[in-house]
């Protein structure tokens, strides 16, 4: 167990619906990270937190976007939802920046 | 642009065998590169990781060895076991830039007992 949580596990929804993916960091971990896994992209970075503020961003499309709360927990939100947004969205934590990254075991994203 | 390359895809290696991953990169400006292990399920689990001023280290039965000159690093599991079948990912990343991890594509093991 990580110590990283995600809400939920599992997620259905249509197509043009939007959706908000939950990530509890560590006890202690400042840092969030939200990567996006596909079959045919791989694990790609979306978008970086530090306490509160953005620090790093990948190729998040418009329609998605993020915050990390005063209690450090991150929300993703994906709105506008089309067929290739179907992927596994993982929330990763660390202490700080330039240390090892831990993963939560990730939300199931289907589209249909 | 595909800046950390992984190979091979997949790889079966009998139990008590070595198995083999390597990563090339193109980015000098990395500076760590961890390993990841995930379980279908499961998310990715931090195996091993190394800093380009060393050139090898080593945790149990994993082992990373790492050319900087030739921008490449590779992963090794001495003793292979059954419970070692999993995907493999090798990732890279640099702190000015936050620590993103740019990952590779990813190995798939199966390790026959």
């Known amino acids: 167990d990580s110590g990283v949580t995600q809400t939920p596990k599992h997620l259905i929804t249509a197509t043009g619906q939007r959706v908000t993916l939950r990530c509890s960091p560590r006890?202690?971990?400042?840092?969030v990270y939200w990567y996006q896994q596909s079959l045919d992209q791989g694990l790609q970075f979306l978008i970086q937190?530090?306490?509160?503020?953005?620090?790093a961003k990948g190729n998040i499309l418009e329609r998605f976007s993020a915050q990390q709360f005063p209690d450090l927990h991150s929300e993703l939100n994906l709105s506008s939802l089309e067929l290739g947004d179907s992927a596994l969205y993982f929330c990763?934590?660390?202490?700080?920046?330039?240390?090892?990254?831990?993963f939560g075991d990730g939300t199931r994203l289907s589209i249909l | 642009q595909q800046q950390v390359k992984q190979s091979p895809q997949s790889l079966i290696v009998q139990k008590g065998g070595i198995s083999i991953i390597n990563c090339a990169y193109e980015?000098?400006?990395?500076?760590?590169f961890p390993w990841y292990q995930q379980f279908p399920g499961k998310g990715p689990a931090l195996l091993i990781a190394?800093?380009?001023?060393?050139s090898e280290k080593k945790e149990g039965r994993f082992t990373i060895s790492f050319n900087k000159s030739a921008k490449q690093f590779s992963l090794h599991i001495m003793d292979s076991q059954p419970g070692d079948s999993a995907t493999y990912f090798c990732?890279?990343?640099?702190?000015?830039?936050?620590?993103?991890?740019?990952f590779g594509g990813g190995t798939r093991v199966l390790v026959k007992p």
């Open positions: 006890s202690g971990d400042l840092s």
């Open positions: 937190y530090y306490n509160g503020e953005e620090r």
């Open positions: 990763a934590s660390s202490v700080g920046v330039g240390q090892p990254q831990h």
């Open positions: 190394i800093r380009p001023d060393v």
């Open positions: 990732a890279a990343s640099r702190a000015a830039a936050g620590n993103k991890l740019t």
């Open positions: 980015n000098t400006a990395f500076d760590y």
